[in-house]
C-alpha cells in the first residue's frame, strides 16, 4: 500500500491505495471533486524527495505527499 | 542544523544575540539578518503557519551546503502556529567572511524561501483561519498529477 498525505490548506484526509505509479494516482485524484482546485497548483514528494515527472514508479510502503502553493515568512 | 522551529512568535532579540554569541570567534567579518514581522493590513488580527519539516530541513540544508561552499553560515528560524500583529514569524541570517557574500546570500535565500519552502500561511481574522492563497507561490515543478 502507498500512503498519500495532503499537506497545508488542503482538508483531505489521508488515502491508503494499492498504486504502482504517479499516473495511477493522476487517475484516482483527477475523478475527486475535492481535488480539483488543487492538481494544478499541487507539488508531489515521494518519501520527501520533490518529484517532477508523474512517470514515476511506487512500491509498498511509499509516502506520497501533495504541497499546494506556499508562503512562508 | 541551523534551523529552528518555534511554536507561536519568535523571541526576536534573544535569538538575534544567541546566533552573535554562537560565531563570535568564528572570524567572520559580516553578519546580516532579515527579520520578518507581521504587520496591519486587511483587517488581519494576525498570520498562522503550518510546516511540512521533512521537507523543510532537505530544503535548508541544500541551502547551507551551497552557502558553506562560499564560506559562509546560514541560520533561520520560524513560527508554527499564530503569530499576532507586530510580532515576527521569520529570521534568516548569513555570517561571511566578507559583506558581500553575505548580502547577496541573504537576498537569495529569502527569494528561494518564500517560493520554495514548505510553508503555508494563513491570515487570521475573527477567529477564522483563512488560508493565504493569493499571496502564495506554487513550488517548482507542481501540477504533475492535473
Known sequence: ?73 | MMLYLYDGALNVPKILEDWYAQEATSNYGAYIPFVGTVRSEDGIDGLSFDIYEPILEKWFSDWQEKAKAKGAVIKMAHSRGDVMLHESSYIAAVFSPKRRVALEFIDEFVEDFKASAPIWKYDLRDGERIYAKDRSTAIKGSGILS
Open chain 1, 1 to 73: 500500500m502507498v500512503r498519500v498525505e495532503f499537506l497545508g490548506p488542503i482538508q483531505k484526509k489521508p488515502l491508503e491505495l494499492d498504486i504502482t505509479n504517479l499516473n495511477e494516482l493522476a487517475n484516482i485524484l483527477q475523478d475527486d471533486s475535492e481535488m480539483q482546485e488543487w492538481l494544478e497548483n499541487s507539488a508531489v514528494a515521494v518519501n520527501d524527495t520533490l518529484v517532477s515527472s508523474r512517470d514515476f514508479e511506487l512500491k509498498d510502503g511509499d509516502r506520497v505527499a501533495l504541497l499546494p502553493p506556499v508562503c512562508g515568512g
